[in-house]
T-cell receptor, first 115, second 110 residues
């Protein structure tokens, strides 16, 4: 079974530039998550999708961040414009919600460096 | 919202010794507690999890305990090996939302 796929793996941009990340979840997983992981810290949820619907985006900085999950499969996360503090690893995860419990499978992440 | 505290932040053990990582959570509605291992530059991977209706779970050299009354859960690694060196994250979930602890960097010295 293929795991969660993310691209690019690394991205270096100058501040104020836009950047986009792409995620393809495990086939059949209806729930997709975007996390941000700062150096030395645990992942922090940015947004959670159930199928096409964003059901939790309370931690997404909406002034500069946007996300979409058209057709309920793959997803993109965009930052425009990027700031120095956005440097982090952006992790995508997916799960198949069966009950109250579900294992989240993580992608390899995109390491963003904003100069 | 949920808040998960994890201790210690770093842990150095001699190969063969045991390692214990402790977490506390704040939301009594949390009912699923996974532990993830993250090696340098790699994705977090689930190593063990426990549901709220279970007090203890063991899988070979790793075990997790849960005290719902005290809102504590712990990871125990016995007979540590160099390949156990990594960052370990605890997490607590209410519904489908996971909140992670800050991580514990474990170093197993040969």
């Amino acid at each position: 079974e293929a795991g969660v796929v993310q691209s690019p793996r690394y991205k270096i941009i100058e501040k104020k530039q836009p950047v986009a990340f792409w995620c393809n979840p495990i086939s059949g997983h209806n729930t997709l998550y975007w996390y941000r992981q700062n150096l030395g810290q645990g992942p922090e949820l940015l947004i959670r999708y159930e199928n096409e619907e964003a059901v939790d985006d309370s931690q997404l900085p909406k002034d500069r961040f946007s996300a979409e999950r058209l057709k309920g499969v793959d997803s993109t996360l965009k930052i425009q414009p990027a700031e120095l503090g956005d440097s982090a690893v952006y992790l995508c995860a997916s799960s198949l919600v069966r009950s109250s419990y579900n294992e989240q499978f993580f992608g390899p992440g995109t390491r963003l460096t904003v100069l | 919202g949920e808040n998960v505290e994890q201790h210690p932040s770093t842990l150095s053990v001699q190969e063969g010794d045991s390692a214990v990582i402790k977490c506390t959570y704040s939301d009594s509605a949390s009912n699923y507690f996974p532990w993830y291992k993250q090696e340098l530059g790699k994705r977090p991977q689930l190593i063990i999890d426990i549901r709220s209706n279970v007090g203890e779970k063991k899988d070979q050299r790793i075990a997790v305990t849960l005290n719902k009354t005290a809102k504590h859960f712990s990871l125990h690694i016995t007979e540590t090996q160099p390949e156990d060196s990594a960052v370990y994250f605890c997490a607590a979930a209410a519904g489908n939302k996971l909140t992670f602890g800050g991580g514990t960097r474990v170093l197993v010295k040969p």
